[in-house]
């Protein structure tokens, strides 16, 4: 753990956002396993000792760049960092990591943001992204954590696309004793309209409406999914109340235009940020953070149910410098 956190978290955070009291050593240790290609990187520069110096902050860029922070964020961060430095007279380079840190939780703490399903009920909350990024994975992943919470939900296979992905949800619904409304054939949008009329009779708190993969370059299919939207605001007036959108962290500065483009077709109210555990280098995070914030919701580091968590900044930069407890 880093000191200027333990001096600056109760100004940088909100105070609905406690710093580690949810997280246990297993989930930071996935995190930071998954992080650890960036981590082992930043360490070494920093360990290195010597004085801060121009040569310093240019390897540093170098490191951010390639961590997938992405050239605007970089440089914005670096001016930070310098400006921090100054302020405080630090010389060490070892002082640096520090430093860092704190710019970086300044950056990234405005988008710890959770979900907040219990405002409306039925909550609906709509997935979208492009394919493969672990939308269905991610709505089991949800649905048990809100059944942690005390809600009950409601899975509504959307993806007609694809009938593997109304097994998998089924399958996934079956296991852990949810309804899942979904229909062979058929529509996204009716599927989904069924789904919050079941909710709505069943009086079920939460519905969680799978979508089916798109890329954003395929106008046809961003507007069908503007559609589903549309729909399910016929079903239930002011839903859907969230719309997540799912990143595959390893995409790199790809996922910057997803989240540019799905937000302008969809109005993205969260972010959910998925395989942080593979090859991921996690600086991806700062790039949305700069260009285009919005609150990131879960961050995903396995397949298994508990894979997922909302995200917390100071654990993400813990994880992503390398710091150890
Ligand atoms: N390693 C890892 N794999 C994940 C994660 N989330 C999802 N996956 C895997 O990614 C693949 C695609 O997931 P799926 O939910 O079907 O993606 P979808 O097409 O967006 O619905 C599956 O094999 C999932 O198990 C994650 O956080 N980490
Ligand atoms: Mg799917």
Known sequence: MFSFFKKKLPELLNSDQAPTSQSDAGWIARLKSGLARTGIQLTSLFNRG???????YEELET?????????????????DLRRFVKEQH??????????????????????????????????????????GVGKTTSIGKIAKYLQLQGLSVLLAAGDTFRAAAREQLMTWGERNNVTVISQQGGD????????????????????????????????????EIKKVKRVIAKALPGAPHEILLVIDANTGQNALSQVKAFDQALSVTGLVLTKLDGTAKGGVIAAIARSHPLPVRFIGVGEGLDDLRPFNAEDFINALLGFSE
Do not use: W
């Open 50 to 56: 010597g004085k801060i110096d121009d040569d310093l």
């Open 63 to 79: 490191i951010l760049i390639t961590a997938d922070v992405g050239i605007e964020a970089t440089y914005a961060l670096l001016a």
């Open 90 to 131: 630090l010389h060490e380079a070892a002082q640096l990591k520090d430093a860092l840190a704190h710019c970086l939780l300044k950056l990234l703490s405005p988008l710890a943001q959770p979900l907040q399903a219990h405002l409306q009920k039925p909550f609906v909350i709509m997935l979208c992204g492009v394919n």
């Open 188 to 223: 996204a949008a009716a599927v989904i309209y069924d789904s919050i009329q079941s909710a709505l009779a069943r009086n079920i708190d939460v519905v969680l409406a799978d979508t089916a993969g798109r890329l954003t370059t395929q106008p046809h299919l961003m507007e």
